[in-house]
T-cell receptor, first 114, second 115 residues
């Protein structure tokens, strides 16, 4: 079992739709939960992060973490064509031998069409 | 303030050859991590360097080696290249002190193609 599972999609939605992206994980030591956006042939850029459980909102984006279910989500409201990219979830532990290492999902490819 | 700089951007090598990729971290960062991202996959951790030493290593063979210099820049070396080594190689820098999970800055990567 991989440490982080993410449905690769692809996901195609019309402009203005609400998008839901999800990841599950198996390592209960993960405390930092990040969402990265990656455009084609570019490096990942940090979109949002959450520490431990809870919700976090930033403009059209909302990140949710449910540690009891080992499940994280990213919601995009009023999606725009410029949101078309691959979205990667990533996680890391706060301490221990793997401190400083990120574990990524395989990414979900999103296309928002006008 | 410059971000993470990687060179070269693209590279084509033949099976069996050796390759060196380079990374300059973001100003103020002292830790460099390398990730391999195969097509359609998420980045996989190769190793991390701090204070010129390899501190952590992922599940990669010894053909993958690295180095960190006193100015914090880093190199990734891959020997005896295989077709399966074709991937985007990402360098990420961070600050050791007060490390937080979201404290990475990624470069744009080096696209390596092995033929």
């Amino acid at each position: 079992q991989k440490e982080v599972e993410q449905d690769p999609g692809p996901l195609s939605v019309p402009e203005g739709a609400i998008v839901s992206l999800n990841c599950t994980y198996s390592n209960s030591a993960f405390q930092y939960f990040m969402w990265y956006r990656q455009y084609s042939r570019k490096g990942p850029e940090l979109l949002m992060y959450t520490y431990s459980s809870g919700n976090k909102e930033d403009g059209r984006f909302t990140a949710q973490v449910d540690k009891s279910s080992k499940y994280i989500s990213l919601f995009i409201r009023d999606s725009q064509p410029s949101d078309s990219a691959t979205y990667l979830c990533a996680m890391s532990a706060q301490r221990g031998s793997t401190l400083g290492r990120l574990y990524f999902g395989r990414g979900t490819q999103l296309t928002v069409w006008p | 303030d410059a971000g993470v700089t990687q060179s070269p951007t693209h590279l084509i090598k033949t099976r069996g050859q050796q390759v060196t990729l380079r990374c300059s971290p973001k100003s103020g960062h002292d830790t460099v991590s390398w990730y391999q991202q195969a097509l359609g996959q998420g980045p996989q951790f190769i190793f991390q360097y701090y204070e010129e030493e390899e501190r952590q290593r992922g599940n990669f063979p010894d053909r993958f080696s690295g180095h960190q210099f006193p100015n914090y820049s880093s190199e990734l070396n891959v020997n005896a290249l295989l077709l399966g080594d074709s991937a985007l190689y990402l360098c990420a820098s961070s600050l050791e002190r007060g490390w937080v999970g979201y404290g990475y800055t990624f470069g744009s990567g080096t696209r390596l193609t092995v033929v």
